[in-house]
C-alpha cells in the first residue's frame, strides 16, 4: 500500500512537470494571433458537446464534499432550479472542522428537497464506481478536499491524500467512461494557486509559479493532472478558482464566521499590518452560479476559471459590517507581519464571457444574509469547533 502510494506521487509529480510547461506556453501563444490582440482564452470555445451539458430535469448529478459549505448549496440550487432526477452527495464527514455541522447540512438537505449524502470517501474508487454504475451521472462536481491555507503548514499530508490521492482515484473512474457517455467534470481549484503572484487583479493567462503554501499547490497540481488527463485520455474538465466564499452555513475556519464569533463573544481580532488588506469575498450563491454555467460549458480541454468577484473589499470595511450588523464594536490587537499579501482580487473577464458569470451580491447583502443565519443558528457555538484549530507540528 505504501509503495503504491509513493507510486502514485511519483507519477503525479512527473506528470505536473511535464505538463506545466505545456499549459504556460499555451497560455502564451493564444494570446495573440495574426498580430491583433485578442482575449487569450479565444482557442477554448466548443461546439460539439454543448447540448449534451445542459442541465434538466433528465440531469444525474454527483456533487463530492455535499455536506461542505459550497457543496450543499449547490445541491440545494441545483434542485430549487432543476429538479435534476439525480443529485447526490458524497461526503467523508471529516473533522477538519465540527462533522456535526455537515451532518446538518446533509440533514437540511434530505428535509427539504429528498436529497441524499452518501458518507464515504473518494480515495475508495470501488465506492465511486459503484455509484457511477447507479446512477450513470451527466454531471460530476467534485468539492471534496482538505481546506484551508494555515493547516497545510501543519498537516501536508493531509493535502496530499484528500486533494491529490483521491482526485486521481475520480478522474481514474471517469476517464475509463466511454467518452460519448462521459460526464461533464468541473472541480474546485483555489485561487491559492496565485500563491505570491504580484500582479493585480489575477488573471488566468498569469504564469503561477509562485506557490505560498502546499494547499495552493495541491490545487495547481489539480489542474496539472487535469490536463495530462485531458492529453492522455481526452478527458475534458472545468477547474474553478474560487475566491474566499462566504454565506449563510459558511465555514468555521473562515473570516466571515470567525469574525462574527470573536466580535459577537467580546474576544480580540488578530490584526495585521493595521488591517491594511484588500480582498476579494464572493457570496455563495454568485459562486453557485457560476459552477452551474461551469457544469454547461463545453470545455475543449482543461479550463480553468476565476470565480471572485473583482470587488476588493478593505478589511476594516468587512469588519464595520460585521459590527454594524451585530450591533457590537470589535476589540483588535495589532500585529506586523511580512508574509501577509496586501491585496487579491480576480479578473473574471473570462468567466463573464463564457460561463454567463455575473456576481451581483454586495458584500453588505451578502454579510447581512450570513449574520441573520449565525445569530438564528442555535447550534453556531457547536458547529465552530475542529481539527483547524489544531497548532501541531
Ligand atoms: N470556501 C472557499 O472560500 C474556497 C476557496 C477556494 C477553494 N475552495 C475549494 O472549494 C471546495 C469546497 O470548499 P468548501 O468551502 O465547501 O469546503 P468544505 O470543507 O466545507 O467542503 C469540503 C467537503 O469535502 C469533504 N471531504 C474532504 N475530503 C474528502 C474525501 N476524501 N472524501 C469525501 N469527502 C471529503 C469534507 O468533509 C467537506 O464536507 C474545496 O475543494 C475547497 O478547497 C473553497
Redesign the pocket.
Known sequence: MVELKQKVAAITLIICGLVGLEIQSNFVSTRTSFGKEEPYWINEACTTRADRHALSAASRVLV??G?????SSLMGALHEQFAPEVVVG?????D??SPAF?KARAHRLKKDFGRDVVA????NGSLLEDLFKEHRFTHVVH?????GVRYSLNHPLSYV??NLE?YVTLLEVVRKIDPESRPSLSY?????VYGRNKKIPFSEADAVTNPANLYGAS?FMNEQIAAAFHHIYGLHSVGL??????GPWG?PD?AAFLFTRAIELGKPLTLYNKGEMRRDFTYVDDIVSGIIGSMQYCADAAAVFNLGNNQPVELMHFIQTIEKSLGTKATMKHKTSTAEIKETYADITKAQALLGYAPKTSIEDGMAKFIDWYQNEPRRHAFAGGHFNDRRR
Open positions: 463530492t464534499g455536506a461542505g459549505f459550497i457543496g458524497l461526503d467523508n464527514f471529516n477538519y472542522y455537515k464515504g470517501d473518494v480515495c468539492l471534496a478536499a482538505q481546506a491524500k484528500n483521491c474546485a481549484s483555489s485561487s491559492s490545487k478558482r474560487f475566491f474566499t466564499v462566504y465555514r473562515m
